[in-house]
């Protein structure tokens, strides 16, 4: 919007304001002032007040573009008049004056001059021609009349300066609080938490597209987010998110604020998603743990390697000595522990050696179809076990033995979590995207509790009576190596499901 459209759209209102208070003058005047209590004014006064009302609107109905046709109609009918009716001269003259003031809110400045002047020349010649204004007393009242347009002229001018400043001060205003709305707007829209506004009776007057579109959370789930936030001591609040089926970590911050318009409290929440943050912070965790016990352990295993050593080479001697048959027979359990103790070593300083940067490029579908092979002929393998795979074609970079190994002992625990299941499923599955491939591992076993999911992948930690604890946390350190991902969700008697993601390339 330009400035003289933004100015000529409040004229209008100026000019009725200001024909309204002089026609309420008048009427007043009508009231209290036996001079004008005559008909023929009264006719008059009303018929001044309809018909320019009517001329005021008549640009806009008949869509007249030329600003000086209307102040001249109106100027012309009360000179016309002003000339007919003498009588009403003083009355026709103080509506010359709301008009000349009006016209000077509508015309540009040289228009308006014109008009003034024009005006002017007229009531003079009128005055001078018609009426026979002679005498120093006439003389002295037109040039009064005279005065009175010239100060007309400054005064509608100066209001127009002055209306026109206005105008320009509040469009400039109301651009900048245009500007800084939708600069909010647009950090609200695309900072990644999600926000809600809230009214004291729980009514939603606000949120985001990312609260909805990204973080898929309804009105409703951020009211049970906000019962569960009031009950918890935790600033991480586990939450069952049934949009996406998935169990996430969420982190709320509220605020209040009194809204003017609506004079009301309003409360404000911000809800992150912390899921990925805590799974990575965890993962953190877990490397500088393993870090500190596979340095102790390595030194610790190298320790006790000497003594063994020492151990079954006297036990070794002292067999061939020995002539009573339980004797050699408790000699031969030794020399079996001595001989395992030796293999969980060599196991253990495996797991702590350094693993070497992976650069071959490797088909992960050849690895996953070998191992799922490999489990269907396997002797201790279910036969009632149901198998959905679904693998694409995806490559990575790694080493293919490495990767067997890791994937072959997710799945040979998949399998004897469901020994004992009446419905053994086992799920392999890869998805791939513009930056990583997916492969998901799923079973339908006994699952594991929260204890166990921390634990899992921590050296000589297991839940089997003959686990040494250390497959898995091979195959978590193979991983790592490849720079993948682990992901672990599992319920008691529901399953579990590993997530990994490698880099694509």
């Not at 604020?257 to 965890?282: C, G, P, V």
Request: aromatic content about 10%; some cysteine; glycine content about 4%.
């Amino acid at each position: 919007m330009d400035k003289k459209k933004s100015f000529l759209l409040s004229a209008p209102a100026l000019r009725s304001i200001v024909l309204i208070s002089a026609g309420f003058v008048f009427q007043i005047m009508i009231l209290l002032q036996r001079p004008f209590l005559q008909y023929n004014f009264i006719f008059v006064f009303y018929s001044c007040l309809v018909g320019f009302s009517v001329l005021g609107i008549a640009p806009y109905i008949f869509k007249i573009q030329n600003k000086v046709i209307i102040p001249l109609l109106e100027i012309a009918t009360i000179l016309y008049l002003y000339k007919t009716q003498p009588l009403f001269s003083s009355f026709y003259l103080v509506i010359i004056l709301v008009l000349l003031f009006l016209s000077g809110l509508q015309l540009d400045f040289k228009n308006h001059i014109y008009l003034v002047l024009m005006t002017s020349v007229l009531i003079s010649v009128f005055n001078v021609l018609f009426f026979k204004w002679t005498g120093m007393q006439n003389i002295l009242n037109l040039g009064l009349f005279n005065l009175s347009f010239l100060a007309v002229l400054f005064f509608s001018t100066q209001l127009k300066s002055e209306l026109t400043g206005l105008n320009k001060a509040l469009q400039q205003t109301t651009l900048k609080l245009k500007s800084k709305a939708e600069l909010s707007q647009a950090l609200i829209e695309k900072m990644p938490v999600g926000l809600m506004a809230l009214s004291s009776s729980g009514d939603v007057v606000f949120m985001n597209t990312v609260l909805q579109e990204q973080m898929h959370l309804s009105h409703k789930s951020v009211l049970d987010l906000l019962s569960l936030k009031s009950g918890s001591y935790s600033d991480d609040i586990s939450y069952y998110n049934s949009e996406i089926s998935d169990k996430r970590i969420y982190q709320i911050e509220s605020a209040t604020y009194f809204d003017a318009d609506d004079q009301k409290n309003i409360n404000l929440h911000l809800i992150k998603d912390a899921t990925e943050i805590r799974s990575l912070q965890d993962q953190i965790k877990h490397k500088e743990k393993m870090a500190a016990v596979g340095q102790l352990a390595a030194g610790i295993a190298h320790e006790i390697r000497n003594p063994l050593a020492g151990i079954s080479g006297s036990i070794e001697l002292l067999s061939q000595e020995a002539k009573d048959p339980d004797d050699q027979k408790l000699m031969k359990i030794i020399l079996k522990e001595i001989d395992r103790l030796n293999n969980l070593i060599t196991d253990f300083l495996d797991y702590s050696k350094p693993e070497k940067k992976p650069d071959q490029k490797i088909d992960l579908a050849l690895i996953l179809n070998e191992v799922i092979q490999n489990i269907k002929l396997g002797s201790m393998t279910p036969k009632n076990i149901v198998y959905e795979i679904d693998i694409q074609s995806s490559y990575v970079l790694g080493f293919s033995d490495k990767l067997k190994q890791a994937f072959l002992n997710i799945v040979v625990n998949a399998v004897q979590a469901m020994k004992e299941c009446s419905d053994p499923t086992l799920k392999v599955k890869t998805e791939i995207n513009d930056k990583q491939v997916i492969v998901q591992i799923s079973d339908t076993g006994s699952g594991m509790n929260s204890e166990t999911q921390k634990r899992l992948f921590e050296p000589f930690y297991t839940t089997k009576s003959k686990g040494t604890g250390l497959g898995l946390a091979m195959t978590h350190k193979i991983f790592e190596s490849h720079q993948a991902f682990v992901e672990i969700k599992s319920e008691l008697n529901q399953g579990t499901q590993f997530k990994i993601i490698f880099n694509k390339i």
